[in-house]
């Protein structure tokens, strides 16, 4: 497979399609970040998409009028957690979740998983002037702060939390921050 950079276009074509089948789709990281923001800000090599297991046949359905219809192996890939793609350049990171009857989600098997609160899912933005549903700013940081950050993360983060007045994490701040001062 050739990795290229997804566009705007492609993204909101996805969601769009997704809605059309009946999937309430959630977009999520760098372009769920991008979304809040209201404007592209760097280049992305995939959509993460959360979706309710519940709509997995349509979700296949939608993505498969589109090309997006083979399974991308990964280490790690579990049943809720994989990623699909067209054999050129759309791939999906497909993140499933089921509602529980307290009203929060539940993400990952019985014995791993977690929920979190619907609202977690419940941001508001847009992708090239479409209004998406996409992760909420907290819950982004959040999800991007949980595992060694990479250049990607170093760049979403610190951009979210000046748009939303959220405390920098450690090991976030730009880098003239981190680096120790000379004396003068």
């Known amino acids: 497979m050739s990795h290229y950079a997804m566009s705007a276009t492609d993204v909101v074509a996805l969601?769009?399609?997704l809605d059309a089948h009946g999937v309430?789709?959630?977009?999520?990281?760098g372009w769920g970040v991008d979304a809040l923001l209201g404007e592209q800000t760097r280049?992305?090599?995939d959509l993460d998409v959360w979706a309710s297991a519940a709509h997995l046949e349509p979700l296949f359905v939608a993505f498969a009028e589109l090309g997006v219809d083979r399974i991308f192996p990964w280490p790690g890939d579990r049943p809720w957690n994989f990623v699909l793609h067209?054999?050129?350049r759309l791939r999906v990171d497909l993140h499933l979740?089921?509602?529980l009857a307290d009203g929060s989600l539940h993400y990952g098997s019985v014995v791993d998983g977690g929920a979190f609160p619907a609202e977690a899912l419940a941001g508001h933005g847009?992708?090239?002037g479409t209004a998406v549903r996409c992760e909420s700013a907290e819950w982004a940081v959040r999800w991007h702060t949980g595992?060694?950050?990479?250049?990607?993360?170093?760049?979403?983060?610190p951009l979210l939390c000046q748009r939303f007045g959220i405390p920098v994490p450690e090991g976030f701040e730009p880098?003239?921050?981190r680096l120790p001062r000379r004396p003068a």
């Open 147 to 157: 595992y060694p950050a990479r250049d990607v993360d170093r760049h979403d983060v």
């Open 43 to 45: 280049e992305h090599s």
């Open 97 to 99: 979740y089921e509602p």
């Open 175 to 177: 880098l003239e921050e």
């Open 86 to 88: 067209d054999g050129v």
């Open 15 to 17: 969601v769009e399609r």
């Open 24 to 29: 309430n789709a959630c977009v999520g990281g």
């Open 126 to 128: 847009s992708i090239a």
